[in-house]
């Protein structure tokens, strides 16, 4: 059974501060990883994709990927109020176009103000 | 900017009966699913459509569900005889190479 484990929080940050998120997925296979996020009674939106080792920013975002250890995360900075959200974290086990994806629980993320 | 759409947003029906929600993908996008979210758990996967047949399917999508893309632009999610478990919020969701695009969800109540 392929698992994607994340802490379900909630994750509470001041404004301004950096947010840190973890995932654990359980195949080594693994092709790609992605974050959402997903607020109450919303759709997941998409927020970063990671596919090799390493860093990846975009904006206040980055996600980290750490193949050996099977471990994605992701980093928000200068957290603001609107980030307050479920983070997801999703993996896609096989290559290619088809994103069957499995998903975490997800991390509930509050910014205070 | 181009979107996945989905119909109705909210369905409540009584137990047995057969439901259909709807969407439409994203025009130039040429794999279709469905996710399903049952309230307070994780977004699963129920199936992958490509190429007018279905690419993949999870166990959950057994012989109750079935899906079709009646003409150009629909896709649709049947389900025969829904039972209380299939209350949950339905996603459709469209893909192009790099990223999974997904619609607003239809929630669907089973009484």
């Known amino acids: 059974q392929k698992e994607v484990e994340q802490n379900s929080g909630p994750l509470s940050v001041p404004e301004g501060a950096i947010a840190s998120l973890n995932c654990t997925y359980s195949?080594?296979?693994?092709?790609?990883f992605f974050w959402y996020r997903q607020y109450s009674g919303k759709s997941p939106e998409l927020i970063m994709s990671?596919?090799?080792?390493g860093d990846k920013e975009d904006g206040r975002f980055t996600a980290q990927l750490n193949k050996a250890s099977q471990y994605v995360s992701l980093l928000i900075r200068d957290s603001q109020p609107s980030d307050s959200a479920t983070y997801l974290c999703?993996?896609?086990?096989?290559?290619?176009?088809?994103?069957?994806?499995?998903f975490g629980k997800g991390t509930l993320l509050t910014v205070n103000p | 900017e181009p979107e996945v759409t989905q119909t109705p947003s909210h369905q409540v029906t009584q137990m047995g009966q057969e439901v259909i929600l709807r969407c439409v993908p994203i025009?130039?996008?040429?794999?279709f699913y469905w996710y399903r979210q049952i309230l307070g758990q994780k977004v699963e996967f129920l199936v992958s459509?490509?190429?007018?047949?279905?690419?993949?399917k999870s166990e959950i999508f057994d012989d109750q569900f079935s899906v079709e893309r009646p003409d150009g632009s629909n896709f649709t999610l049947k389900i025969r005889s829904t039972k209380l478990e299939d209350s949950a919020m339905y996603f459709c969701?469209?893909?192009?190479?790099?990223?999974?695009?997904f619609g607003e969800g239809s929630r669907l109540t089973v009484l």
């Open positions: 990671i596919y090799s080792n």
């Open positions: 025009s130039n996008h040429l794999y």
């Open positions: 969701a469209s893909s192009e190479l790099t990223e999974l695009f």
């Open positions: 459509f490509y190429n007018n047949e279905i690419s993949e």
């Open positions: 999703a993996v896609n086990w096989s290559g290619g176009s088809n994103y069957k994806l499995t």
């Open positions: 195949d080594r296979g693994s092709q790609s």
